[in-house]
């Protein structure tokens, strides 16, 4: 089956992403001719050109290949973490009842709250905090090339602000805003918010405040790159993520600012509930905002070497 192919040095190394398009003639010649069985053909006989799917050639001796379906990795890395997180959070609703109806959060000891923020879910109550230590595990390795799949990705459009001196270091924040958002979560999973509140603080603090510039930098890349002209698809998927971005999660990252300070001053229960359940709705917006590559990238796969 044709694939588009993103290319990785390592797991760290540049990555780039590949499209040739041959005719059948051209294609056997060059078959024919090249002994040394490189990736791409001498140019007289290829037009590379965006978007179009590539027919598999054979690996050269030596190269080490690892083909990665973004399929795959995108149900792993982006859909896996929503869905387990609503796991634990129905597991606690469910199986926990008498936790809920008996919260009360260390701060404000004697107010109850009926919706516990995800950390209680995740990070401090069994089973569901090994339950999501096995998905944090899992859904890690495909995460970590999500910001080079994007990169690659930006590359393939043609525009004049790629001219400019803005987009390469934003193109380079947010490569390193992503990898900095799965270092939030990590710490936000495995930092204790009872025993340790400052430093799990810090961390929501961190995964919160880097997903938004991630949101912020993907939807003006997707804009600026110029990719929205290479597929009619394109087009609506960058109304549905601005949609997502700034008309769901920015409201709700904001809200939570308010909701949760304003519980701190006055120990109000409403204050924490909005709190939480914003909280509910962002872990979906994560998983759905990233699980779109699927849909932008339709037909890619990831080569490592």
């Known amino acids: ?25 051209n294609a056997s010649d060059w078959r024919k001719g090249n002994s ?14 965006p978007m179009v799917p590539i027919e598999r050639q054979q690996s050269p001796p030596g190269a080490p290949t690892a083909h990665f379906r973004l399929r795959t990795l995108c149900l792993i890395g982006a859909l896996l973490p929503g869905v387990g997180c609503y796991v634990c959070l129905f597991y606690t609703f469910l199986f926990q009842s008498d936790r809920i109806r008996n919260f009360t959060s260390s701060h404000c000891p004697n107010v109850l709250s009926r919706f516990p923020p995800v950390s209680y879910s995740i990070g401090v109550w069994q089973p569901q905090k090994s339950f999501w230590l096995f998905v944090l595990f899992l859904h890690m390795p495909a995460r970590l090339f999500f910001g080079f799949m994007y990169k690659s990705q930006f590359a393939l459009g043609l525009s004049e602000y790629k001219n400019r001196s803005w987009y390469d270091k934003m193109v380079t924040a947010h490569v390193r805003l992503i990898l900095l958002e799965m270092f939030g979560l990590v710490a936000v999973s495995i930092i204790d918010i009872d025993a340790q509140f400052v430093l799990h603080a810090l961390a929501y603090f961190v995964w919160i405040a880097s997903f938004n510039f991630n949101m912020l930098f993907n939807t003006i890349l997707h804009h600026h790159s110029g990719i929205r002209k290479l597929r009619k698809s394109l087009e609506p998927l960058f109304y549905l993520k601005c949609a997502i971005c700034y008309g769901v999660a920015y409201p709700l990252s904001v809200s939570t600012g308010f909701t949760y300070f304003g519980y701190l001053f006055t120990c109000n229960s409403l204050f924490y509930s909005l709190f939480s359940l914003a909280e509910y709705i962002i872990v979906g917006v994560n998983s759905l905002f990233y699980f779109m590559m699927i849909w932008e990238m339709e037909g890619s796969e990831l080569e490592l070497k």
Request: net charge positive.
């Open 36 to 49: 040394d069985k490189t990736l791409l053909p001498p140019k007289g006989n290829a037009i590379v050109v």
């Open 1 to 25: 089956m044709p694939k588009n192919l993103f290319k990785c040095e390592g797991m760290f190394g540049k990555c780039d992403q590949t499209f040739v398009k041959m005719d059948e003639q």
